[in-house]
């Protein structure tokens, strides 16, 4: 088992680091409150959620390696090749389709076992007015679910910019397209109740909105 982790953790920093030098290349990479950071878990990460290049870029610069909830399709791709690959990569299969508390109890062991772990709380990527930088947010439940049952401290983010990662054009050694990263302090929920906690969660992260409308490079 320690073998497996060792050879996981080796795999996650190799592409950590080569993802690194990737998103300085092409694109202006903004990181604030890298001071808020603990140096290591137990730490729920809680962010919204714009596109599918979310996990890599938030993965490259965060200062520790971080286990994720990834939608169980990844884990069959190319029937069933890449499950190897995505578990060395510190995921977490999750059922979008129903509550899957499989996924929960996984992520609450890895919080218990000391290590910092992301959840995208929107439940999904979302750019509509629904989502944290839209007009009208509403995250899931399920990061409320696991703070609860952890008790472990949150540390809230929030991103934008990742949609350009979609379109070759953007990726541009001159004319570079920002992607910003804002953390938050870090805090601890109160109460039981899974929608208070969700308010919770979403008032810390909404406080982070008028910082990245400030700070994100034009």
Known sequence: MKIRQCLSDVVYWSFQRGLFVIFHLFFRVRVTGLEHCPRAGPLLVVSNHLSEWD?????????????????????????????GFFRMLHCVPVDRSKADFAAIKSVVRL?????????????GVRTDHGSLLGSAPELKEGAASMAIMSQAPILPILLNGTIAAYHLKHWHL????????????????????????????????LELKSKLEQQTPQ
């Open 55 to 83: 996990p890599p870029f938030v993965g490259t610069f965060l200062p520790w390696q971080v286990h994720w909830l990834a939608k169980v399709e990844l884990f069959q791709l190319l029937d069933g090749w890449m499950n």
């Open 111 to 123: 919080l218990k076992d000391k290590r910092p772990v992301l959840v995208f709380a929107e439940g």
């Open 174 to 205: 001159f004319r570079k397209r920002p992607l910003e990263i804002v953390i938050g302090p870090v805090f601890q929920i109160e109460g039981r109740e899974r929608d208070e906690v969700t308010r919770q969660i979403q008032a810390r992260m």
